[in-house]
């Protein structure tokens, strides 16, 4: 294998740890951002050369794989949103529930007052 060939080797793998040097990070491994890496011109990896088939073939893999990674990323994304959201309806509720005890705290209290005419402590207290 020459030089050049190990050079476009060397940029898959950094594409495929995501760690580039060339590219953005991130980027979708193709068969140009291959070539970018790799320090080469856009469209350098022809598939109308032989010579370049099984690095065709194992860009695709990668291609391939990366998209895996991104679709599983994506689920567990959805996945904590609904989360989140299911966290949120607990708390409206949580609160709604609190706001209803304070309500009728201070209606228990009133009647209390009127009852026993002693002076009940207000729930907060007046800032004066």
Not at 74 to 83: A, N
Not at 102 to 110: F, G, R, S, T
Request: charged share 35%; hydrophobic share 40%; proline share 2%.
């Amino acid at each position: 294998m020459t030089d050049s060939f190990l050079e476009y080797y060397e940029a898959l793998e950094r594409l495929k740890k995501d760690t580039p040097m060339r590219v953005l990070k991130g980027t979708k491994i193709t068969n140009d951002a291959v070539s970018l890496e790799a320090g080469r011109g856009k469209g350098s990896i022809k598939k109308s050369r032989p010579i370049f088939a099984d690095l065709i073939v194992a860009i695709q893999i990668a291609s391939e794989q990366q998209m895996l990674v991104v679709n599983t990323q994506d689920k567990k994304i959805e996945k904590l949103k609904s989360e989140l959201d299911q966290c949120r309806k607990e708390l409206e509720a949580a609160l709604a529930r609190e706001v209803s005890l304070l309500y009728e705290l201070y209606e228990v209290k009133k009647e209390i007052n009127l009852l026993t005419g002693a002076k009940v402590i207000p729930i907060r207290k007046r800032r004066g």
